[in-house]
């Protein structure tokens, strides 16, 4: 009655060249890439809403409006279907939002009872409104929150019901790996240089290069190197849907020889190493014009492993809890406090350089904060009562952190530690040592400099091999 939902689609995939590298196909979103989301569905449903038809109940339909960031204005997203006659409805319709977990997404229900086919908002009942943040939604029991009705003064408006659900797209992943045996030999002067090439299959019968191997140079019977694809880009969730595997001899020119072809699906495939697993490699036209043709070789697979690629909000929904440590520089370099050119200096009337650069560190007895508020409190009892002295060691707290993050082996818990500094580390080889250690561990370390002093240590080129890495 009122038009397409304003909802966001699925991005077409542009393939690209016939023998391109594919492996990711369909995996990247350069938007999704520097905002961390994922995809929720909101299901609305309402329990005794007011009753404003003489002869009959209300026919409801829900409007949904979301807050521009700058301008706070409200914008319509989407509205569901009306449904005649009820006081009590559960919309069919949803909407999918993008979840963005470190922003504020305030949310406006309005509801209405429908009197005509106008798609005028005015021309209908207002029935009363509903403010939340989708986080509320996503974080409550079971992602499902209650809330009444409000908008009409003296009227009981009746109660709304919003559930969240993240769209499963596939999370997938398979780790495969390939072989061969006494493929056909195309070259003139050596033996074949083959790689496989794979395609998922369309509703209308096409297919649709998802991924391709590398070449393996000079033999019959290569053994491919394991690679990785998501499911969503291998057969699109359709565990059932025909997997098209087509093996060439790779000529420097780019006009590739077809060796031959088979089929299978990810439900054959994930079946593991079995006979079930090794395919002939079958040359149609070869086939069709030589009567003892019996196949081009064979492709046998080695290994299939699946990996469920865990989303933050699943971390959310298990519970876990996020731990965040704060540790300030209170080495002599920063200046006596007491004096206007120190980075510690307390201004009356403006944050000096580290409580603007954010607010930490307690007392050795009580060393747990209540918020900002409380963190920025520490750390003005800290000033009165340390003595700034050298030098810049970040291996001890690294440490300390990462002793309680290698006690919990569970994903119940992540540690995050940010350390405020104003000058160069005077431990370093311990500190890529600690970082190093820690990389295995549920636990993420943030530096941020203060002042006019040079960061480059801390900011190494990430082409140089003195990195923060394993050997």
């Known amino acids: 009655m009122f038009g397409p939902d304003k909802q966001s689609g699925q991005p077409k995939l542009d393939c690209g060249g016939r023998f391109g590298n594919m492996a990711s196909v369909g995996e990247f979103n350069s938007f999704s890439a520097s905002i961390p989301a994922t995809k929720v569905e909101l299901s609305v449903s ?127 992943s398979v780790l495969m790996q390939f072989c061969a045996n006494k493929l056909d030999k195309k070259d003139f002067f050596g033996k074949s240089d083959p790689f496989l090439v794979f395609h998922r299959s369309n509703e209308d019968g096409s297919f649709t290069i998802c991924h391709k191997t590398e070449v393996v140079k000079n033999t019959l019977n290569p053994v491919w190197q394991a690679f990785k694809i998501s499911v969503r880009a291998l057969c699109n969730g359709d565990y059932d849907r025909t997997i098209k595997i087509e093996v ?146 970040f291996a001890p707290v690294i440490n300390h952190v990462a002793r309680y993050a290698s006690s919990v082996k569970d994903g119940s818990q992540y540690f995050v530690l940010l350390i405020i500094t104003d000058g160069v580390i005077s431990d370093m080889a311990q500190t890529k040592e600690s970082i190093v250690n820690a990389s295995k561990l549920p636990m993420s370390i943030i530096i941020v400099g203060v002042g006019p002093a040079e960061f480059d240590e801390q900011n190494p080129d990430p082409r140089s091999p003195d990195r923060y890495r394993k050997p």
């Open 46 to 172: 309402c329990r005794n809403l007011l009753d404003r038809d003489t002869f009959s109940k209300s026919d409801p339909i829900c409007v949904l409006y979301t807050q521009g960031i700058g301008s706070k204005e409200w914008r319509e997203f989407g509205r569901t279907e009306v449904i005649d006659n009820t006081l009590n409805p559960d919309f069919v319709r949803k909407f999918i939002m993008d979840y963005f977990f470190e922003e504020r997404e305030n949310l406006r229900f309005d509801l209405y009872d429908v009197d005509s086919k106008s798609p005028n908002l005015s021309k209908h009942d207002f029935l009363g409104q509903v403010f939340c943040t989708l986080g509320e939604i996503v974080g409550s029991q079971g992602s499902r929150l209650e809330k009444a009705i409000a908008g009409i003064p003296g009227k009981k408006c009746g109660t709304i019901i919003l559930t969240a659900e993240e769209l499963n797209c596939c999370r997938d």
């Open 248 to 393: 060439y001899d790779w000529d420097r020119d780019g006009s590739h020889d077809f060796i031959g072809e088979f089929t299978t699906s990810y439900r054959e495939l994930s079946r593991g190493q079995s006979q079930f697993n090794v395919y002939e490699v079958i040359n149609p036209k070869k086939k069709g014009k030589k009567k003892k043709y019996i196949n081009s070789g064979t492709v046998t697979l080695l290994s299939f492993l699946i990996e469920t690629e865990v989303s933050f909000l699943d971390y959310i929904k298990g519970g876990t809890q996020i731990n965040f440590t704060v540790a300030i520089d209170f080495t002599a370099s920063n200046g006596n406090p007491a004096q206007p050119t120190s980075l510690h200096y307390m201004n009356p009337y403006q944050l000096n350089a580290y409580g603007m650069a954010l607010k930490a560190n307690g007392n050795p007895q009580n060393p747990y904060c209540n918020g900002i508020d409380g963190v920025m409190e520490a750390y003005y009892r800290s000033l009165k009562s340390v003595q700034l002295y050298g030098p810049t060691n």
